[in-house]
């Protein structure tokens, strides 16, 4: 088992910068990806950002290309989404998520552990 632990959101004007964080425990040594969805009101679950646990690679997608950006502390177990230049667009509840597989990393339901979500709110 692994759980998964998002803190950081909150409340910001469009053009601001937040960082979430997601603490992983557990089981750690077996994890795969650990990536960030959203989902905004009324909307489907959205892929973000992913940092591949052993070799720190990173994917985004496309909307968030060049404002957004994935790191990880392994010492620590957890990984970062730093958030630049947010638009309202991007508010949302943000969800971290583990899997220990490396394949179909866009798709939420491949993943195993969830984190409870954070909010993230952006003012516009």
């Known amino acids: 088992q692994v759980q998964v632990v998002e803190s950081g959101g909150g409340l910001v004007q469009a053009g601001d910068s937040l960082r979430v964080s997601c603490a992983a425990s557990?089981?750690?040594?077996?994890?795969?990806?650990i990536t960030w969805f959203r989902q905004a009101p009324g909307k489907e679950r959205e892929f973000v950002a992913a940092?591949?646990?052993?070799?720190?690679?990173?994917y985004y997608t496309d909307s968030v290309k060049g404002r957004f950006t994935i790191s990880r502390d392994n010492a620590k177990n957890t990984v970062y989404l730093q958030m630049n230049s947010l638009k309202p667009d991007d508010a949302a509840v943000y969800y971290c998520?583990?899997?220990?597989?490396?394949?179909?990393?866009?798709?939420?339901?491949?993943?195993?552990?969830w984190g409870q979500g954070t909010q993230v709110t952006v003012s516009s």
């Open positions: 998520a583990v899997k220990g597989g490396v394949t179909n990393i866009w798709m939420a339901n491949t993943y195993e552990y």
């Open positions: 557990g089981r750690t040594a077996n994890i795969g990806y």
């Open positions: 940092i591949r646990w052993s070799s720190g690679i990173t």
